[in-house]
């Protein structure tokens, strides 16, 4: 089955090849032949082995001129075509690639429409093997408050594919809204984990680092509310190259909230979603994405997987919730409110 799939791919990778080679044999050939035809004599003698030995051909002067100039058009079209034919393909694929979205689409789209549209098709990079694995665990409630809270560590792995033809310049980022819900401690970024470049930074690392970027200004001013942490990194073309990204982070909720996340850039080919919990609670996902999605109870009660396929475009998302189950005896339910804000992995 890989066979038959590659096989496809590599045809791709072909025929724009093939269509190089064939281009640059045919100009040669025209330059060739039009030399030729401008060094054509108008009198030539030609030497026979037979009587009579000798020839002399001549051509017409109105037709060794018009051969003649014939030769000069092919020499110049050849010239012309080899000096300029990059910097036409650039222009023209330019001015098609500017209009392509308007005329796709088959009507006027507004500005502000059409800038995200063409923002979502210049991306460079797709992520891959997208996998979040949350893991709750019930704290008991602290000095002062009568309820307890949840302490979710999430850990998120994925791979980083630049689908352009040389390597270019990704910002990994990880971040987390900051809390300030009383009675609980404040989310924090646990790890960053990036093998190739290497990087390995744990919670110390990661907080000196995003409070250096808000003393120097250097930090996102749209993550103003999150710990954040940005790493630019070199990306080599291809998925055998894909760059493998961990990140792991600390959330506290009360035990009524619930987890809502965005997807952001890059856009990410399916996702995995991981839940392990104690038994008596219940989980409930949503996703932004429209394919069929699977769920799992593998690893027995307290264990749920979701499997989501297709395409997550930036600002596509999911959120769960979660309850007690009421069924169970001296058990309160609890019902799910949606926290706000986002975080990146």
Not at 9 to 21: I, Q
Not at 87 to 109: N, P
Not at 123 to 137: A, S
Not at 140 to 166: K, M, Q, R, W
Request: contains cysteine.
């Amino acid at each position: 089955m890989a066979a038959d799939e590659q096989k496809p791919a590599d045809a791709r990778k072909r025929v724009p090849e093939e269509g190089r080679w064939k281009f640059w044999f045919t100009l040669s050939v025209l330059f060739g032949l039009g030399v030729l035809l401008m060094l054509l004599p108008q009198e030539a003698t030609l030497h026979l082995p037979f009587p009579p030995h000798t020839v002399i051909l001549q051509i017409p002067g109105w037709l060794f001129e018009l051969v003649n100039k014939l030769g000069d058009a092919l020499v110049i079209a050849a010239v012309i075509a080899f000096a300029v034919d990059t910097y036409v393909k650039r222009a023209l694929v330019s001015e098609v690639a500017r209009d392509a979205v308007r005329f796709a689409v088959g009507y006027a789209l507004p500005d502000d429409v059409l800038h995200h549209v063409q923002h979502i098709l210049r991306l460079p990079c797709v992520r891959h093997d997208l996998d979040f694995r949350y893991e709750f665990r019930e704290v008991p409630a602290p000095a002062g408050h009568s309820e307890g809270y949840f302490e979710v560590t999430c850990t998120t792995s994925y791979a980083i594919e630049n689908l352009t033809a040389h390597r270019i310049s990704f910002p990994v980022r990880t971040s987390i809204q900051n809390s300030d819900l009383p009675g609980l401690p404040q989310n924090h970024l646990y790890r960053l984990h990036i093998p190739a470049v290497p990087i390995d930074w744990d919670a110390e690392d990661l907080a000196a680092r995003s409070a250096q970027a808000k003393a120097d200004g250097t930090d996102d001013p749209n993550y103003r509310a999150y710990t954040t942490v940005t790493e630019e990194v070199k990306v080599p073309p291809g998925r055998d190259n894909a760059l493998q990204v961990q990140t792991v982070r600390v959330f506290y909720y009360r035990l009524e909230d619930s987890i809502f996340l965005d997807l952001l850039q890059p856009p990410s080919m399916g996702l995995n979603l991981h839940v392990s919990a104690a038994s008596e609670y219940i989980f409930d996902a949503s996703f932004g994405s429209g394919d069929k999605v699977t769920l799992t109870h593998d690893d027995g009660p307290g264990s749920w997987d979701w499997r989501v396929p297709g395409v997550h475009l930036p600002g596509s998302h999911f959120y769960f919730t979660w309850r007690r189950n009421s069924t169970q005896p001296g058990l309160t339910a609890h019902s799910g409110a949606v926290a706000s804000g986002h975080a990146q992995p």
